[in-house]
């Protein structure tokens, strides 16, 4: 025998819970998306989840007809909001209202999840290099000259033509200087 709740009694245990798995509920908030407008008894704008019991104590069923319902069960499909709507039809306990907006939430969690991955890898993907072919190579690479600095060698090498060039030089006017001395002492 199931103890029925009214429809504020499973709206307070439905905003208990949301909150307690970390939506900012807000409560009665009048909901305007999609082609639909209705009173919303709890959603989280940001995280885009909610709840509506449906009663007809507050004439719920004329508030959001069946061709609303069915285009928020679209959106929910694509991923764009998740509402958890009871419908007063079939009786509810607390302890059955409370197990199935568990499974509700973990169902939320679990694609959240999902899409989370899902655009981790498109991100990682994104970022992998493309391997390149011989020609792709060919074209984008700079030329040689251009490709690196002058290596340590090269460098050395600069300064040992210039000291070999002014060895060649100082050689040259040392034997010119002493071919002069020899000329000076000669003519003595």
């Known amino acids: ?57 507050d004439d719920d069923h004329d508030d959001l007809t069946l061709e609303e319902y069915n285009t928020l069960t679209a959106a929910q499909r694509r991923g764009d909001l998740a509402l958890f709507i009871i419908d007063e039809v079939e009786p509810v306990s607390a302890e059955a209202l409370a197990a199935e907006a568990h499974e509700f939430l973990d169902e939320v969690a679990d694609a959240a999840h999902a899409r989370l991955k899902a655009a981790t890898r498109r991100r990682k993907a994104a970022r992998k290099p493309v391997a390149k072919t011989a020609a792709a190579r060919k074209a984008t690479a700079r030329p040689a000259a251009a490709k690196r600095p002058a290596t340590k060698k090269a460098r050395a090498a600069k300064p040992a033509k210039k000291k070999a060039a002014k060895n060649a030089t100082t050689k040259t006017v040392k034997k010119a200087a002493a071919k002069k001395s020899t000329k000076r002492s000669g003519r003595r």
Request: hydrophobic share 35%; proline share 0%; net charge negative.
């Open 1 to 57: 025998m199931y103890d029925t709740l009214s429809e504020t009694e499973g709206c307070d245990l439905l905003a208990r819970l949301f909150t307690k798995r970390g939506y900012a509920i807000k409560r009665n908030v009048q909901f305007r998306e999609y082609g639909v407008e209705f009173h919303i008894d709890g959603w989280d704008a940001n995280a885009r989840v909610g709840f509506e019991f449906l009663t007809s104590e």
